[in-house]
């Protein structure tokens, strides 16, 4: 008998082989059946185990990888939603902004004088603010120059606003960590803030990405950390229970705050330096709640001490 892998021969008495079967194979020249001898046999259902074997880690991983794409396709998916959700409000803010523009501009080329401006919705007071006070000196020719002052400065505020409310949208999921020592690299930071950030939620992890430190590196200052989180619940369960990291020895020193616009870090300047002043003066209970300086009062209701929009 010829194996059919190493092609080496072997006495019929040597093999495993039936006699009849041997004649039949003969006889008849089946090329369909092969014989193997013991060795090559042994060495093909190896190969034919690990063959399989192989083909099942290979089926496993195709199988963790088809699921890895269909989450990261779901989380595309999810991501893009959220950028045109974004986007939408942003056009929508500029349509609003350039019906804005359009409606001064024409009061500016219709309106003549103070008539012209109380029928348009701008009163002289208003008019004379923007002006500094100068539009009671104006007539004539001198009107559609103080009128043109007007638009331009009407249009810089909108200009202003568009870029205040969209440094708000950018800066929403970000929260500012304060006191973190310069002398850790960026991996070490990354690793402190996540374990700060753990434990003022109570949980495991959360989700966060460190964007940096603020401004230039000085030998005396540490320089804020901005961090990027997502979930919404996890910020605001943050800054509900960032006070308690004074309780922590080794966060005692750490703050934490929104990431503020320059406009409404003014604002909560404003707002603190009231809370201080009203103190001061003896005043209870103060404090700061949705943009304004409220005390408690009895039955839990409060009174509006300072409303900086009023």
């Avoid at 004649?23 to 034919?48: D, G, N, P, R, Y």
């Avoid at 089926?59 to 779901?74: A, P, S």
């Avoid at 208003?126 to 500094?132: H, I, M, S, Y």
Wanted: hydrophobic share 30%.
């Amino acid at each position: 008998m010829q194996c059919d892998i190493c092609e080496g021969w072997f006495h019929l008495e040597c093999t495993d082989v039936p006699e009849g079967l041997y004649k039949a194979m003969t006889k008849h020249a089946v090329s369909t059946v092969k014989w193997l001898c013991e060795q090559c046999e042994e060495t093909f259902e190896e190969s034919i185990a690990d063959r399989k074997g192989y083909e099942e880690r290979r089926e496993k991983e195709m199988d963790k990888m088809r699921t890895q794409m269909e989450e990261m396709k779901e989380k595309m998916k999810e991501d893009n939603r959220k950028l045109n959700e974004r986007m939408e409000r942003c056009e929508a803010e500029m349509v609003g902004v350039k019906s804005e523009i359009v409606d001064v501009r024409k009061g500016v080329k219709t309106g003549r004088g103070f008539a012209g401006a109380v029928r348009k919705g701008l009163t002289e007071k208003e008019l004379n603010a923007d002006l500094g006070g100068r539009a009671e000196q104006t007539s004539g020719a001198e009107d559609n120059d103080v009128w043109e002052e007007v638009d331009r400065r009407r249009e810089r505020e909108l200009h202003a606003q568009v870029v205040e409310t969209m440094e708000k949208e950018k800066r929403k999921n970000n929260l500012i960590i304060m006191g973190v020592s310069e002398e850790m690299d960026e991996k070490e930071t990354e690793g402190f803030v996540a374990e700060m950030l753990s434990t003022i939620v109570g949980t495991e992890k959360v989700e966060m990405k460190v964007q940096g430190r603020l401004g230039r590196k000085e030998s005396d200052k540490k320089r804020p950390v901005r961090v990027e989180i997502t979930d919404a619940v996890a910020r605001r369960t943050i800054m509900k229970n960032a006070t308690n990291l004074k309780n922590e020895p080794k966060y005692e020193r750490i703050y934490v705050s929104p990431d503020l616009t320059r406009k409404q870090q003014e604002m909560d300047k404003t707002l603190r330096d009231k809370v201080k002043a009203l103190r001061a003066e003896g005043i209870e209970g103060v404090k700061i709640s949705k943009g304004c300086v409220v005390k408690e009062a009895n039955g839990g209701k409060r009174e509006v001490l300072y409303n900086p929009n009023q």
